[in-house]
């Protein structure tokens, strides 16, 4: 049974190819990858391409992601994302 907070396939596809921005508006990548929690089905993390080509990709936590217009701000900085994949 869904209701209003079960994601779609379409709000979790919109996720995809999303920026990913620092606290300070730095852009750090964009979101290569969706992983639901099993239990409640809503997503939790993320993967994060980061690098040149984006050919790099870190975990990064989504609940801890704010939606700003066509960016998720992240509450991190770009140097603990890159350096933690």
Same mark, same amino acid.
């Given at each position: 049974?869904?209701?209003?907070?079960?994601?779609?396939?379409?709000?979790?596809?919109?996720?995809? *190819?999303?920026?990913?921005?620092?606290?300070?508006?730095?852009?750090?990548?964009?979101?290569?990858?969706?992983?639901? *929690?099993?239990?409640?089905?809503?997503?939790?993390?993320?993967?994060?391409?980061?690098?040149?080509?984006?050919?790099?990709?870190?975990?990064?936590?989504?609940?801890?992601?704010?939606?700003?217009?066509?960016?998720?701000?992240?509450?991190?900085?770009? *140097?603990?994302?890159?350096?933690?994949?």
């Amino acid at each position: 049974m869904t209701n209003d907070k079960t994601p779609t396939n379409a709000t979790i596809d919109a996720l995809y *190819d999303r920026s990913v921005v620092d606290q300070s508006g730095n852009k750090i990548g964009e979101i290569g990858q969706v992983y639901l *929690d099993d239990a409640s089905g809503q997503p939790a993390w993320v993967t994060v391409k980061t690098g040149l080509f984006g050919r790099n990709e870190t975990f990064v936590p989504f609940t801890g992601l704010e939606n700003s217009g066509a960016e998720l701000g992240a509450p991190f900085s770009k *140097d603990k994302v890159t350096d933690a994949g």
